[in-house]
């Protein structure tokens, strides 16, 4: 395993000691002056202090989008002016990858190579979106010789965006892109724990061209900065990606302004393998689909159902290979499982992991690695003979923790699958052609993976179903989120209407 000590912990140049918010193409403090500070998880040392928003610093943002959203000329440029500006944010996101991935890395405990790739999606998220605007189609429906009916298109407004601190930077390049590329201004509102990457996006939405106003980011708590920005009467819409409850709760404080809102929440995803899967590929599969990103992934296959048959080979395969994945300094590309995100965090999964003890078969990880006494590191855990009645096979961990249960029938396995408050994605291991459809159609899941890990095509719809979201992103989806459609009706020759008060 790999070892870190503070010798060998990489710190980035340049970091900034103050994090700002960017208001109005301006960086700005707090009005109050006050601010939070931020931790780096190898060490859980204060590395720097952010602003921390409040109503007042959210009520400036909102108007400095509102401003740009009524008179600049963002939400009234033509779609392929807008696109290229969206394909200059791609390539300038692209071109700084490495230092992208690198402050990511620093700020999240991601493993440095999967940091990587999230900055690479980022830079993906704003090309999808700008060919999207640009190929967009509106409907128009004829009646022959009576009535042409069509819809005319147009961004809400400012829209609020309100993101976690897993993957964070991808993440928000999922609502900026198409937020922006609808022709709306934003607020942003980024996750406290990891403000870091944010703030790079105001130099790269200025060099690519975005006029100033466009793009508002306001950093600071959920409860402070993120509950103004949600009760906010001139913000339309609220695009929010995080935990069920804090969904819950924005829900009921978008009611009173009945705002759009789009919910992209918590998971407890089921990975189901029957016999006559292709065990290695499974294996490879599930073990990936959990511990990656450190277990905190919205869509981590973090409860394997596995036929009864091949249950005790699925389990010690799966376990001997957990126990050598290699956890350590997040900035080593060696490093699979790097440190989770802070403090708190840590001691949330840690106590899944007691939990757990009692409640399953410990046959993996089970605490902090011997090697690395200090900063969030847990050991790849596995627990087996997970009764589905177990705290730890119900609740979200979000963390590199997994259950294992048995199942005898097809039926029970469905039942198990289906059986937590959540649906946010399926995961399906069987070489039974019509088995592997039907099974997938049954599954309460938004998005069902079929002998493959989370490749996710942008085109698709990206949402869960019951406790894990409500609306649906991805594709023209998320274009339809961020506009308005309004339906026009033309008749064509004599108007036939009732003469009311003609006799
Ligand atoms: P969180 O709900 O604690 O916080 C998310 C964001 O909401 C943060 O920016 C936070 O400051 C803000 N917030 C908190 N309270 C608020 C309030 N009262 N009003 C307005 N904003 C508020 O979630 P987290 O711990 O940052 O992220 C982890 C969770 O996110 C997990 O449950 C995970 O499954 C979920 N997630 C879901 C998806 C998905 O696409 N479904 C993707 C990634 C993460």
Not at 16 to 30: E, M, T, W
Not at 244 to 265: D, F, H, P, W
Not at 312 to 330: L, M, N, T, W
Not at 451 to 474: M, Q
Request: proline share 6%; glycine share 10%.
């Amino acid at each position: 395993m790999a070892q870190v000590s503070e010798l060998t912990h990489h710190i980035p140049e340049n970091l900034p000691a103050r994090i700002q918010h960017y208001i109005g193409g301006k960086f700005v403090d707090s009005v109050s002056g006050r601010t939070f500070d931020v931790l780096d998880p190898v060490t859980n040392e204060n590395y720097a202090t952010a602003a921390a928003g409040q109503k007042e610093d959210i009520d400036l943002a909102v108007a400095a989008a509102a401003e740009a959203f009524a008179t600049g000329p963002w939400p009234r440029m033509k779609a392929r002016e807008r696109a290229r500006v969206l394909y200059r944010i791609a390539d300038a996101v692209e071109a700084q990858d490495a230092r992208l991935a690198e402050l990511e890395t620093f700020d999240t405990g991601l493993p440095i190579t999967q940091a990587l790739g999230q900055a690479q999606r980022a830079a993906e998220n704003f090309r999808f979106f700008a060919d999207l605007i640009v190929a967009q189609v509106d409907d128009a429906y004829k009646v022959p010789g009576s009535q042409l009916n069509y819809v005319n298109r147009s961004p809400v407004g400012v829209a609020g965006l309100i993101t976690p601190w897993n993957t964070p930077f991808m993440l928000e390049s999922w609502k900026l892109a198409p937020a922006l590329a609808s022709g709306c201004t934003v607020v942003l509102k980024p996750a406290e724990f990891t403000p870091l990457s944010a703030s790079l996006w105001a130099q790269i939405f200025r060099d690519a061209g975005l006029p100033d106003g466009v793009f508002n980011l306001v950093n600071g708590l959920g409860e402070e900065a993120g509950d103004a920005l949600v009760r906010h009467p001139g913000v339309p819409l609220i695009s929010f990606t995080g935990e069920t409850t804090t969904g819950q709760l924005i829900y009921r404080n978008c009611a009173e302004n009945l705002k759009g809102m789009s919910m992209e929440l918590g998971g407890k995803s089921p990975a189901v393998v029957f016999a006559d899967a292709d065990l290695e590929a499974a294996i490879d599969s599930t073990l990936f689909g959990v511990f990656s990103l450190n277990g905190e992934r919205c869509t981590a296959g973090s409860r394997i159902l596995v036929e009864r048959s091949i249950y005790d080979d699925f389990v010690a395969r799966f376990a001997a290979r957990a126990g050598k994945i290699v956890v350590g300094d997040p900035h080593d590309p060696k490093t699979e499982v790097g440190a989770l995100v802070h403090p708190e965090h840590y001691d949330k999964v840690m106590s899944y992991v007691e939990i757990g003890k009692a409640e399953g078969r410990l046959v993996a990880g089970g605490g902090r690695p011997d090697s690395l006494p200090t900063g969030n590191y847990v050991q790849p855990t596995v627990f087996a003979d997970v009764p589905p009645t177990a705290r730890i096979f119900q609740e979200e961990i979000f963390g590199p923790v997994v259950a294992i249960t048995p199942f005898d029938t097809e039926e029970e396995a469905l039942e198990l699958a289906n059986g937590v408050k959540y649906g946010l994605a399926a995961y399906v291991w069987t070489s039974d052609l019509v088995r592997g459809h039907t099974f997938a159609g049954s599954i309460a899941a938004g998005m069902v993976w079929l002998n493959s890990h989370n490749v996710r095509d942008l085109r698709t719809p990206f949402g869960g179903v019951k406790a894990s979201g409500l609306g649906h992103e991805g594709g023209y989806r998320s274009i339809d989120f961020y506009t308005e459609q309004q339906a026009v009706h033309i008749t064509l020759g004599p108007v036939h209407t009732a003469r009311f008060g003609a006799n």
